[in-house]
């Protein structure tokens, strides 16, 4: 069984010295992916359900990504939540092979994909 990890840009993971922290932890103990989510905005006040408050801090994607392949070697860059009407494709699609050449090659392209 291969395991990830998933919403570690937001709330109290955002502080850089966290991010080095748990990086460390995760390829340390073998986990095979790192992912991220993306909420431009959240509604307020906060509605029932909703996992995040308004004020709940939460980093850009593929920045926060791009600073995951600064720290690690070995695990697996991935976006679990990106909101594609709110950016340029073009955009997207050169940061997202910036990102990859930068991994080395490490970015998940597509559900499941490895």
């Known amino acids: 069984m291969e395991l990830g990890v998933h919403g570690l840009?937001?709330?109290?993971?955002?502080?850089?010295?966290?991010?080095?922290?748990?990086?460390?932890?995760?390829?340390?103990?073998?986990?095979?992916s790192w992912?991220?989510?993306?909420?431009?905005?959240v509604p307020s006040p906060r509605t029932p359900g909703s996992p995040m408050d308004p004020r709940d801090p939460m980093l850009d994607?593929?920045?926060?990504?791009?600073?995951?392949a600064a720290l690690t070697t070995r695990i697996e860059l991935?976006?679990?939540?990106?909101?594609?009407?709110?950016?340029?494709?073009?955009v997207l699609a050169k940061q997202a092979a910036s990102l990859d050449v930068l991994s080395g090659g490490r970015l998940l392209r597509g559900v499941g994909a490895g």
């Not at 992912?35 to 905005?41: P, Q």
């Not at 939540?81 to 073009?90: D, K």
């Open 78 to 90: 991935g976006t679990a939540v990106i909101i594609l009407p709110q950016r340029n494709p073009l």
């Open 61 to 68: 994607p593929l920045v926060h990504l791009a600073y995951m």
């Open 9 to 32: 840009n937001a709330k109290a993971a955002v502080p850089p010295k966290v991010t080095v922290r748990l990086a460390r932890l995760a390829e340390e103990l073998g986990y095979r």
């Open 35 to 41: 992912w991220v989510g993306e909420h431009v905005v």
